[in-house]
């Protein structure tokens, strides 16, 4: 839990300040550790892949990058990371329709 607390606090400080956590322990732990502030402000909670590339997308400016960095595992939502990011692709390609 130490380092969930450090990642948590280097966000934080860095000022990276669009984070969109799909459901998952790790999520959880990360939320606990937030201040108020980041939550409300920065944060959002998604149900999927697809729900998180769209709202990545709505947020993002021309020309922005939408970046999957996953922090922590999330196998109960997908049965690996290449499953993880071949949906992260097909969420992407989804945008162009």
Do not use: C, H, Q
């Not at 998952?24 to 502030?37: H, K, N, P, Q, T």
């Not at 998604?46 to 709505?58: E, I, Q, T």
């Not at 939408?66 to 922590?72: E, R």
């Amino acid at each position: 839990d130490d380092d969930i607390y450090e990642l948590a606090r280097t966000i934080e400080k860095r000022k990276i300040y669009t984070m969109l956590l799909l459901p998952g322990s790790f999520s959880d732990r990360m939320i606990d550790v937030w201040s108020d502030e980041f939550k409300k402000k920065y944060l959002f909670l998604v149900g999927s892949m697809k729900d998180a590339v769209n709202k990545a997308y709505s947020l993002s400016k021309k020309g922005g990058i939408i970046l999957l960095s996953p922090g922590g595992s999330s196998f109960d939502l997908f049965i690996n990371e290449f499953n993880r990011g071949n949906k992260f692709v097909e969420a992407i390609k989804g945008l162009k329709k």
